[in-house]
């Protein structure tokens, strides 16, 4: 992020500055669909770390370079929806449910950082 707090005289071409804004609107709308007052720290949930959770309702793990992760879903029973957000691109992927129940292993549609969001359906 240093290129993003140097300052107003350090500000590149206005290009490299989209990135941001797009990361920015990704965590908006994501902010007014999680239920940020339930949600807690559970690290332990996730196995790339970043996981916030109200177990057995829903879980947002952020997953750097993509790829797969494990999410442990023992409190949640019955199916989660599943969505992939890519937060540069600012696209959200949805994908099938996965059933609750026990650990999960699921992979990001697209290359690069992801955010898996899941909730009971």
Known sequence: MDPYRRGVLDRGPEEQW??????????RRLAERVNLSAVTPRNDLASSRYC??????EYLVYVPQGGEVTVDLSAAMGDLA???MDPIAATV????????????????????DAVLYLRRK
Not at 18 to 27: I, L, Q, S
Not at 52 to 57: E, H, Q, R, S
């Open 82 to 84: 599943v969505e992939w």
């Open 52 to 57: 916030l959770a109200d177990p057995g309702k």
């Open 93 to 112: 992927t949805s994908a099938e449910p996965t059933a609750g129940g026990g650990q999960r292993t699921l992979k990001a549609p697209f290359t690069g």
């Open 18 to 27: 989209e990135p941001v804004r797009r990361a920015m609107g990704v965590t």
